[in-house]
């Protein structure tokens, strides 16, 4: 066997054990995956239409499918049973900050007393000062409740499509962003 042959055939043995390594990524996956059961697996393993569609154009979906994609993701926004979009803030300051469910910070720089937040997403601090008009309340929960009814294929989650707040508790979070009592806007 020449030389050539030799490092060729190892590189080809190397290269077939890397690949049958379980990355660290995949490990923590699996591991993630298999801690929340088998539902928990099942919701974040299986794709709707519009995740299909994102996966399938990699997050940049012709111009041609967007107005129906749009139609699509904003048909799956609910709204509260009483009607009204902004509802409690101190409750809205709850689950904006609870990881398992608004998990906002992990985004968005938030009140301002706070310092571990991501960036990610824009800045939320003094978000009230966009006022309280029913066009903005109106933007704000459905922005929250599915943000990929405004931005197809956003990196923000869809909360409220997927069952991780309520409608009611979409209106607790657009207070919590718009009144003025609320943390986010003292100054």
């Known amino acids: 066997m020449t030389r050539k042959a030799a490092i060729m055939a190892a590189l080809a043995l190397?290269?077939?054990?890397?690949l049958t390594q379980v990355s660290p990524f995949r490990a923590r996956l699996e591991a993630a995956l298999h801690a929340g059961g088998h539902e928990f697996a099942q919701v974040m393993l299986s794709q709707d239409k519009g995740q299909a569609l994102c996966s399938q154009y990699r997050d940049k979906l012709p111009a041609d499918l967007?107005?129906?994609?749009?139609?699509?993701?904003?048909?799956?926004?609910k709204y509260p049973a009483n009607?009204?979009?902004m509802g409690d803030w101190k409750n809205g300051e709850k689950v904006f900050t609870d990881p398992k469910r608004g998990?906002?910070?992990a985004c968005h720089a938030g009140v301002a007393s706070e310092v571990a937040h991501g960036t990610m997403g824009p800045p939320l601090t003094n978000y009230g000062q966009r006022g309280t008009s029913e066009a903005?309340?109106?933007?704000?929960?459905?922005?929250?409740?599915?943000?990929?009814a405004f931005v197809p294929c956003s990196l923000m989650y869809r909360g409220g499509v997927h069952g991780l707040f309520t409608p009611e508790?979409?209106?607790?979070?657009?207070?919590?962003?718009?009144?003025?009592?609320?943390?986010?806007?003292?100054?």
Not at 136 to 148: G, L
């Open 83 to 85: 009607g009204k979009l």
């Open 14 to 18: 190397l290269m077939g054990i890397g």
């Open 103 to 105: 998990n906002c910070y």
């Open 136 to 148: 903005v309340v109106r933007y704000t929960y459905e922005k929250i409740y599915n943000a990929w």
């Open 169 to 187: 508790e979409t209106a607790d979070l657009v207070a919590f962003l718009l009144d003025p009592e609320s943390p986010i806007n003292r100054r």
């Open 66 to 77: 967007i107005p129906g994609f749009l139609a699509e993701q904003k048909a799956l926004i």
